[in-house]
């Protein structure tokens, strides 16, 4: 069966500090891949989607950008924090862009 | 302005009580419709997802309905029980790749 893995679950970081998030699928192959944000009492954001290794489309401009280095991961980076970038970021996975996605269950995000 | 809304945005009921939640769309062209599940601090689960032939469709004791003519759809709860407790996200696919636009959710209660 297919699983997603995102990690940390919660992470706290001070304004103007870099972000790695990272997102693994397994039992799955060349799946399109999901980058989110929620933030409170919102509604999901898409940030990005891949469709394949190296293949990364930004929905919104910001000061954020993922990778995928390899087929089932999926990173999410800043270089610096702003308090913006708070919230809940989700990563998903679907095998179309017709097909429901399957989220991981998220990052907690706290800029201080 | 969202093209996907939402009502009401939040809603408590008893245990055992039916609920309706709503769904109405702007976005064309229309691929699918999806309901989601997203309990507190956790990725959303799939519930149901249905394309424009589809009137209605069971998952369960969850029942989405959608009127592709008057762009709305709706999730239909019953006899609720304690853990239906969440936000429950409405997302409508554009036949345009990877546009999906995303409700507000609207944030369920059931209460013993």
């Known amino acids: 069966s297919q699983t997603i893995h995102q990690w940390p679950a919660t992470l706290v970081q001070p304004v103007g500090s870099p972000l790695s998030l990272e997102c693994t699928v397994e039992?799955?192959?060349?799946?399109?891949l999901y980058w989110y944000r929620q933030a409170a009492g919102r509604g999901l954001q898409l940030l990005f989607y891949?469709?394949?290794?190296?293949?990364i489309s930004s929905e919104v401009p910001q000061n954020l950008s993922a990778s995928r280095p390899q087929d089932r991961q999926f990173i999410l980076s800043s270089k610096k924090l702003l308090l913006s970038d708070s919230g809940f970021y989700l990563c998903?996975?679907?095998?179309?862009?017709?097909?429901?996605?399957?989220f991981g269950d998220g990052t907690r995000l706290s800029i201080l | 302005k969202n093209q996907v809304e939402q009502s009401p945005q939040s809603l408590i009921i008893l245990e055992g009580k039916n609920c309706t939640l709503q769904?109405?769309?702007?976005?064309?062209?229309?691929?699918?419709l999806r309901w989601y599940k997203q309990d507190t601090g956790r990725g959303p689960v799939s519930l149901t997802i249905?394309?424009?032939?589809?009137n209605t469709k069971s998952n369960g004791r969850y029942t989405a309905t959608l009127d592709a003519d008057t762009k709305q759809s709706s999730l239909h709860i019953t006899a609720s029980q304690l853990s239906d407790s969440a936000s429950y996200i409405c997302?409508?696919?554009?036949?345009?790749?990877?546009?999906?636009?995303f409700g507000a959710g609207t944030r369920l209660t059931v209460k013993p």
């Open positions: 249905m394309t424009f032939s589809e």
């Open positions: 997302v409508v696919l554009s036949d345009s790749r990877n546009d999906m636009r």
């Open positions: 891949s469709v394949g290794i190296g293949q």
């Open positions: 039992g799955t192959s060349n799946p399109n």
């Open positions: 998903a996975w679907s095998t179309s862009s017709n097909q429901p996605q399957h």
């Open positions: 769904c109405n769309y702007t976005v064309s062209p229309f691929s699918n």
